[in-house]
């Protein structure tokens, strides 16, 4: 459903643009949040197993950069992962307010069983598109985000989950 908003073409196109977007990005998300919760996993506690798998022990703040959630956020999704015994934490001895958090061997096992799985899933919802239909959306949405984190074209800048 397009907008009914009857202002400025400019702003009439980029409002459908953004509702299409957004429920593309909520339809896709839905499909993969069943298949998760079987795992008993929910979408950030996914993103967390997966960067630690893939990218290694990093602390929460990094965490928090690399899934684009805040700090509260990623706490909670921590303290959750932790209580299943699928992440562990660490502080640093020299400065005791870094905690790194890491992949127990639990975690290890279930990311690895479980994220080949999503890929596959992710692959089929998205292969509606060409590899190069794919390669250009990937690209677009980088832009989109890449624009947004710097600022609108007024030259204020747009909320982040840092400057919240």
């Given at each position: 459903?397009?907008?009914?908003?009857?202002?400025?073409?400019?702003?009439?196109?980029?409002?459908n643009?953004?509702?299409?977007?957004?429920?593309?990005?909520?339809?896709?998300?839905?499909?993969?949040?069943?298949?998760?919760?079987?795992e008993?996993?929910?979408?950030?506690?996914?993103?967390?197993?997966?960067?630690?798998?893939?990218?290694?022990?990093?602390?929460?703040r990094?965490?928090?950069?690399?899934?684009?959630?805040?700090?509260?956020?990623?706490?909670?999704?921590?303290?959750?992962?932790?209580?299943?015994?699928?992440?562990?934490r660490?502080?640093?001895?020299?400065?005791?307010?870094?905690v790194?958090?890491?992949l127990?061997?639990?975690?290890?096992?279930?990311?690895?069983?479980?994220?080949?799985?999503?890929?596959?899933?992710?692959?089929?919802?998205l292969?509606?598109?060409?590899?190069?239909?794919?390669?250009?959306?990937?690209?677009?949405?980088?832009?989109i985000?890449?624009?947004?984190?710097?600022?609108?074209?007024?030259?204020?800048?747009?909320?982040?989950?840092?400057n919240?």
């Open positions: 459903m397009p907008t009914h908003y009857q202002g400025p073409l400019p702003e009439v196109r980029a409002l643009c953004y509702i299409k977007l957004t429920r593309a990005s909520e339809r896709l998300a839905a499909a993969l949040r069943g298949p998760l919760s079987r008993g996993l929910t979408t950030g506690q996914l993103g967390v197993l997966e960067a630690l798998l893939h990218i290694g022990p990093m602390n929460e990094e965490l928090g950069r690399k899934l684009l959630r805040s700090g509260g956020n990623v706490t909670v999704v921590v303290d959750n992962l932790e209580r299943r015994g699928l992440v562990g660490a502080r640093n001895p020299e400065d005791r307010r870094c790194t958090v890491t127990t061997r639990e975690g290890r096992r279930l990311i690895r069983r479980v994220f080949p799985g999503h890929a596959v899933r992710i692959t089929a919802a292969s509606v598109l060409s590899p190069e239909e794919q390669t250009a959306l990937g690209r677009l949405c980088r832009k985000g890449r624009g947004a984190e710097e600022g609108n074209a007024l030259g204020e800048p747009v909320p982040t989950l840092e919240q």
